[in-house]
């Protein structure tokens, strides 16, 4: 299936069956169109501009070391990865890293509607840091406990104006201190 055209928002959850619920309620005739990148889905919906909405699998990025071999512990020096580079069987991870890549390239806008918790707030930040080249900084958040169209629609019109980065650096901090352990 073909992609989305012209300048749109980049909408960023945590699983499919969010991306598509989020998709639905937040399109004005609440029928969003599913496609499909690489195997990997990801719904268009219509609101007040085109709104793409793509779901990760969980973590997409995990901690490795930054050269060499782990032949003694602790080692110090590491760096964020795709699993795929880091796990054995973790090679669809891949398609939807790239999935993520090449829909930000046309993306204007970007919104993280992750699970507004540690593990959430660090999966919607890896993508936007990695996949979609550092567009941690601009992305805005979408805060909800539902999944309800009222309260969808409420956290799409009225975001944090940026990412929640003490959750972040609270999810990021706990990996990288399991890792070095």
Known sequence: MGTPMGKYTLIITEKPDAAKRIAEALDRQGKSKKLKENGVPYFVANRDRELVVVPAIGHLYTVVQERGRRNHYPVFDFKWAPRHLAERGAKNIRMWVETFSKLSHDADE????????????????????????????????????????????????????????????????????DWLY
């Open 110 to 177: 970007f919104v993280s509607a992750c699970d507004y918790d540690i593990e959430g707030s660090l999966i919607g930040y890896c993508i936007l840091k990695y996949a979609c080249g550092g567009k941690e900084d601009s992305a805005k958040r979408m805060k909800f406990s539902t999944l309800m169209k009222s309260e969808l629609e409420k956290a799409y019109e009225e975001p944090l104006p940026h990412l929640d980065f003490a959750l972040i650096e609270a999810g990021r901090t706990r990996h990288e201190v």
